[in-house]
C-alpha cells in the first residue's frame, strides 16, 4: 500500500483542506485496514479501491462530528507565516502590488470555496484543480458517471454564484441606453 500514500494523502488534503486532519485520516484508515492485508491483497484495482475507503471514512467522520456539535473552523494564519509572506516581497513594487492582488484573489476564491458542502467542494476540486477523470470519480464515490457529469454542472453553477456575489458585491451594473 505504501506507493499509494501520496495519493490517498493528497486526496485526504482535498477533503479536509487541513494538513493535519488529513494525516490523522490517512492514519486512521491505514490503522483501520491493517489487520486485513490478507484481502486487501485481492484487489485489483488498489487506489481507487483506497481512495473510496477514505472517502467514506471520511463521511463518517464528518457526520459523527456533526452529530456531536463541533463546528470547522476555517484556516487561521499563524503570526509567522504572515512575516514570511510579507518578507517573500522583493524591492519591485509593481510585482509587490501584483503578488497582493493575486494572493487577495486566491484568499477570496478560496472563501467562496469554503462556502460549498464538503461534497461540491471536493468534487469541485478533484475534478478541475487535480484533473481527476470523471470515471475514477464515479468510481470512488461509487455513483454513476452522468451523476459525477450534473454534480460536477450544478457544482460549477453554484461556484459561479457565489463568486459573482463575492466579487460583484452590488450586482452587475445596469445597462444605460443610448
Not at 35 to 58: C, D, K
Not at 113 to 120: A, H, K, N, T
Not at 140 to 161: F, M, N, Q, W, Y
Request: overall charge negative; hydrophobic content about 35%; glycine content about 6%.
Amino acid at each position: 500500500m505504501q506507493p499509494h500514500f501520496q495519493s490517498m494523502y493528497a486526496f485526504a488534503f482535498r477533503l479536509t483542506g487541513q494538513r493535519d486532519d488529513a494525516e490523522d485520516l490517512v492514519q486512521d484508515v491505514m490503522v483501520k485496514l491493517y489487520p486485513r492485508l490478507e484481502e486487501i491483497e485481492l484487489v485489483e484495482q488498489l487506489r481507487p479501491w483506497l481512495n473510496r475507503v477514505l472517502y467514506r471514512h471520511f463521511i463518517d467522520q464528518t457526520r459523527k462530528k456533526g452529530r456531536q456539535g463541533e463546528v470547522s473552523i476555517s484556516n487561521l494564519a499563524e503570526p509567522g507565516d504572515q512575516d514570511a509572506f510579507l518578507d517573500s516581497f522583493g524591492a519591485d513594487t509593481a510585482d509587490a502590488l501584483e503578488c497582493i492582488s493575486q494572493e487577495q484573489m486566491s484568499s477570496r476564491v478560496q472563501q467562496v470555496l469554503d462556502r460549498l458542502s464538503p461534497d461540491q467542494r471536493t468534487l469541485l476540486l478533484l475534478h478541475d484543480a487535480d484533473g481527476w477523470r470523471q470515471e475514477d470519480i464515479a468510481q470512488v464515490l461509487d455513483v454513476p458517471v452522468g451523476t459525477i457529469k450534473s454534480r460536477l454542472h450544478r457544482c460549477r453553477a453554484k461556484l459561479r454564484e457565489l463568486l459573482q456575489k463575492d466579487l460583484e458585491p452590488l450586482g452587475r451594473p445596469e445597462r444605460v441606453g443610448n
